[in-house]
């Protein structure tokens, strides 16, 4: 399984970014999939999931403020980011699940991208 992230950047705080990873190698449409990020001194944590069959999951911290989205057609996953703070910089890692729901992640790994929120 092999996962391309794109998307990241700088930002201001208040901004938006749109983070894109897409997958070969694995029937996506039946897998769940994820972004989690990691901080420099900080654990990789979970941001937000997707099920094969639609359910979503968000991390408290953002809430509101980010929606993950899927394109099976693409075999690709999203991540909108709005209101980013300086707190949401991290390197942005997405998952693809060795099954369909929450509990498959996380699977396999992509290389990060790299969000930075500055003024």
């Known amino acids: 399984v092999q996962l391309q992230a794109s998307g990241g950047g700088l930002v201001q705080p208040g901004g938006a970014l749109r983070l894109s990873c897409a997958a070969s190698?694995?029937?996506?449409?039946?897998?769940?999939v994820g972004w989690f990020r990691q901080a420099p001194g900080k654990q990789r944590e979970l941001v937000a999931s997707?099920?094969?069959?639609?359910?979503?999951k968000y991390a408290g911290f953002v809430k509101g403020r980010f929606t993950i989205s899927r394109d099976n057609t693409k075999n690709t996953v999203y991540l909108q980011m709005n209101s980013l703070k300086p707190e949401d910089a991290a390197v942005y890692y997405c998952?693809?699940?060795?099954?369909?729901?929450?509990?498959?992640?996380?699977?396999?790994w992509g290389k990060g991208t790299q969000v930075t929120v500055s003024s």
């Open positions: 190698g694995t029937r996506f449409s039946a897998k769940a």
């Open positions: 997707l099920e094969s069959g639609g359910r979503t």
């Open positions: 998952n693809v699940g060795r099954g369909g729901d929450h509990f498959s992640l996380p699977g396999y």
